[in-house]
């Protein structure tokens, strides 16, 4: 049977096809075959891991759930929740639980958004939500960022009739930058009603104690808001795939209706559980991440190096003046086994985002930083 010459080649809705696909942070396995390298001396600093790995805690709840995976997880989490709920002194119909908050940040934009309406984040902040806004052919409202971080009076202006959901990271990834409560809140209270706030927090458990602000406070008083929240970070269950969202019950019943029935697996929910009662391992994670920005820092000082302070668990360095400073840096750390994120596809072609990890982890970076921009190790 020969195929008719009519047969069409190009399938799916123009705004899919001009998607740009993630760019994920390079695999260990997949840089020592690439390189030579050994994988055991690879040091990975390149996806905002916690570099304490995952919670023994979380391990031993696991281990617990594997005679029951042949059956299919809670489809309502009810264990998982009803932690939250204490955790946030809440009801359980506050929450949805999402396979990653990447998860959330998708059943947002397909609960609240249809084709050509608005979708307005910030230039520099997390790559998802123009991917978000893309594939339900929203109209992606980039705004301009202000010292790399979020320029609230410009986002408020970008707001039109149109518009249905504005994303918001606190702090923000790439850039590691932070909006105090006061001015957050008061942006939350001039975005008119029928525009949803998606609040990310996934780097919240990083904030220092005089930073930190109740977001859970603002969902009770505002219907259009959603705190978005994931256990990737700290919490170390970023192979696990799960976050969370904070939400009003009606708003929380749009989104179920949108969420897959089985959307987080069950060692997913148990090890959540378990993760975010230890908080024990998330203090540590905190001190350690406090610590290790320190030893960037310094090391970034010495070498001359123009960083931007962060809230987070990354620091984000300028490793050049020309527009191929990050590609070129990335790849000589990647030769000498150091796998940091380049963000020339954030538009900032100079900068490398180096996430923190154990001290020595660190130091082998600095080291091979200096080595990738002097010529000379340390
Ligand atoms: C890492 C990250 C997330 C989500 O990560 P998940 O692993 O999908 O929970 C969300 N927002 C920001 C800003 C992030 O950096």
């Known amino acids: 049977m020969s195929i008719p010459a009519s047969r069409p080649s190009v399938f799916g809705p123009e705004y899919v096809r001009a998607i740009a696909p993630y760019i994920a942070g390079r695999p260990i396995s997949e840089v020592a075959r690439e390189y030579g390298l050994d994988e055991s001396k690879i040091v990975k600093l390149?996806?905002?891991?916690?570099?304490?790995?995952?919670?023994?805690?979380?391990?031993?709840?696991?281990?617990?759930?594997l005679d029951d995976l042949g059956r299919y997880p809670d489809s309502n989490g009810f264990v998982l929740k009803g932690v939250l709920a204490r955790k946030f002194d809440?009801?359980?119909?506050?929450?949805?639980?999402?396979?990653?908050?990447?998860?959330?940040?998708?059943?947002?934009?397909?609960?609240?958004?249809?084709?050509?309406?608005g979708v307005v984040y910030a230039q520099y902040s997390f790559a998802v939500y123009a991917l978000a806004a893309q594939e339900v052919g929203a109209r992606a409202v980039e705004v301009p960022a202000q010292a790399y971080g979020h320029d609230l009076d410009g986002m408020l202006q970008a707001i039109t009739p149109d518009t249905r959901l504005v994303f918001l990271a606190n702090p923000n990834n790439p850039t590691g930058t932070f909006v105090p409560a006061a001015a957050l809140e008061a942006f939350i209270a001039?975005?008119?009603?029928?525009?949803?706030?998606?609040?990310?927090e996934a780097y919240n458990e990083y904030l220092p104690v005089e930073d930190q602000y109740d977001a859970i406070a603002w969902v009770r008083k505002y219907p259009n808001l959603v705190v978005s929240r994931t256990l990737s970070k700290a919490y170390g269950l970023a192979g696990l795939r799960i976050g969370y969202a904070v939400a009003q019950p009606a708003m929380t019943d749009l989104l179920n209706r949108i969420r897959q029935p089985f959307n987080v697996n069950t060692m997913a929910q148990a090890a959540a559980v378990a993760a975010i009662g230890d908080t024990d391992f998330l203090q540590r994670s905190a001190a350690l991440n406090a610590a290790g920005k320190a030893q960037l820092y310094a090391g970034f000082e010495r070498l001359g190096l123009e960083y931007v302070p962060s809230y987070g668990n990354f620091v984000l360095v300028r490793v050049g003046e020309d527009e191929g400073a990050g590609a070129r840096v990335n790849v000589a750390l990647l030769k000498q086994?150091?796998?940091?994120?380049?963000?020339?596809?954030?538009?900032?072609?100079?900068?490398?985002?180096v996430s923190i990890g154990l001290p020595e982890e660190n130091a082998a970076c600095l080291a091979?930083?200096?080595?990738a921009l002097t010529g000379q190790s340390a």
């Open 368 to 371: 091979a930083l200096e080595q």
């Open 337 to 353: 086994g150091v796998i940091v994120r380049p963000v020339g596809n954030y538009g900032l072609p100079q900068w490398i985002r």
């Open 46 to 65: 390149a996806s905002n891991e916690n570099p304490l790995g995952m919670p023994p805690s979380a391990r031993a709840a696991m281990l617990k759930e």
């Open 90 to 117: 809440l009801p359980d119909t506050w929450f949805t639980l999402g396979n990653g908050s990447n998860d959330i940040l998708e059943i947002c934009a397909h609960a609240l958004v249809e084709p050509g309406q």
């Open 190 to 200: 001039k975005v008119p009603s029928h525009v949803v706030v998606v609040l990310d």
